[in-house]
């Protein structure tokens, strides 16, 4: 089982960047599709964006295409979020997660998350 542990969040203004990086251990990470989610206040956890086990594909939900971009680094065992141009809305707490990249539907155990606060 894959253990995944989310870091590089944190209080930004409305328009600035941030990068989010998952490590994995105890799997074979270069084997896995991966994605992110995110979780609001108030709201239900949410799909963000997935990426292929070799980086031949990616989806995004409507709402970060163009300012989000997720990458990997197998040999790193590590999973990106690249978030440019931030809004409020993406305000959340951010998860990543072993993947079925056809459904969406997450596969490995959630972990703790990282916060990302945007103010405006």
């Known amino acids: 089982q894959v253990q995944l542990v989310e870091s590089g969040g944190g209080l930004v203004q409305a328009g600035a960047s941030l990068r989010l990086s998952c490590a994995a251990s105890g799997g074979t990470f270069s084997t896995y599709n991966m994605g992110w989610f995110r979780q609001a206040p108030g709201k239900d956890r949410e799909f963000v964006a997935a990426i292929t086990y070799g980086s031949g594909s990616r989806l995004y939900t409507d709402s970060v295409k163009g300012r989000f971009t997720i990458s990997r680094d197998n040999p790193k065992n590590t999973l990106y979020l690249q978030m440019d141009s931030l809004k409020p809305e993406d305000t959340a707490v951010y998860y990543c997660?072993?993947?079925?990249?056809?459904?969406?539907?997450?596969?490995?155990?959630w972990g703790q998350g990282t916060q990302v606060t945007v103010s405006s």
């Open positions: 997660v072993r993947i079925n990249y056809n459904s969406r539907a997450p596969i490995s155990s």
